[in-house]
């Protein structure tokens, strides 16, 4: 089982890098176009995700994002994701998001548990109806 979570972990923090890959693409424009509202919006609507908190810095290193003093990780289980935004190969900043995993590792749980408890229904009411069905047979 440690194995399967591991690789269940690997899965996750690669499909939020390549959320991260495609939101950083979508952040430079405002970026750059210093239109804060737009890219404060869009961010925003991305931290309702659970376990995502995200930062964007410029390439002097100054925060854009969010007004708040920001740790890079706070807790434990946090993961710090680095994408680089850049524009013709030229560095405008960054895109940081500290990923807690553990609520979609909770709900993946949840839903292994759903599906092993459906199993054993099944298996449950196949036995019974073969103990039926034998019982009327034999007698």
Same mark, same amino acid.
């Given at each position: 089982? @440690?194995? *399967?979570?591991?690789?269940?972990?690997?899965?996750? /923090? &690669?499909? %939020?890098?390549?959320?991260?890959?495609?939101?950083?693409?979508?952040?430079?424009?405002?970026? /750059?176009?210093?239109?804060? =509202?737009?890219?404060?919006?869009? +961010?925003? =609507? *991305?931290?309702?995700?659970?376990?995502?908190?995200?930062?964007?810095?410029r !390439?002097?290193?100054?925060?854009?994002? @969010?007004?708040? @003093?920001? $740790?890079?990780?706070?807790?434990? %289980? &946090?993961? +710090?994701? /680095?994408q680089?935004?850049?524009?013709? !190969?030229? =560095?405008?900043?960054?895109?940081?998001?500290? +990923? %807690?995993? $553990?609520?979609? +590792?909770?709900?993946?749980?949840? /839903?292994?548990?759903?599906?092993?408890?459906? !199993?054993?229904?099944?298996?449950?009411? #196949?036995?019974?109806?073969?103990?039926f069905?034998?019982? #009327? %047979?034999?007698?």
């Amino acid at each position: 089982m @440690p194995m *399967q979570q591991s690789a269940i972990r690997q899965a996750l /923090i &690669e499909a %939020n890098q390549g959320t991260l890959e495609q939101l950083g693409k979508v952040v430079i424009t405002p970026m /750059i176009q210093r239109d804060y =509202s737009q890219m404060f919006e869009l +961010l925003d =609507s *991305q931290e309702t995700r659970d376990g995502w908190r995200l930062r964007v810095l410029r !390439d002097d290193g100054k925060q854009l994002y @969010p007004l708040d @003093p920001w $740790e890079a990780t706070s807790d434990q %289980n &946090e993961i +710090l994701i /680095i994408q680089q935004l850049s524009l013709l !190969d030229d =560095s405008v900043g960054e895109l940081q998001l500290a +990923l %807690n995993l $553990e609520p979609q +590792l909770s709900r993946l749980e949840a /839903i292994g548990l759903n599906v092993e408890l459906l !199993d054993m229904a099944i298996l449950s009411f #196949g036995l019974i109806f073969l103990f039926f069905y034998f019982k #009327g %047979n034999i007698t």
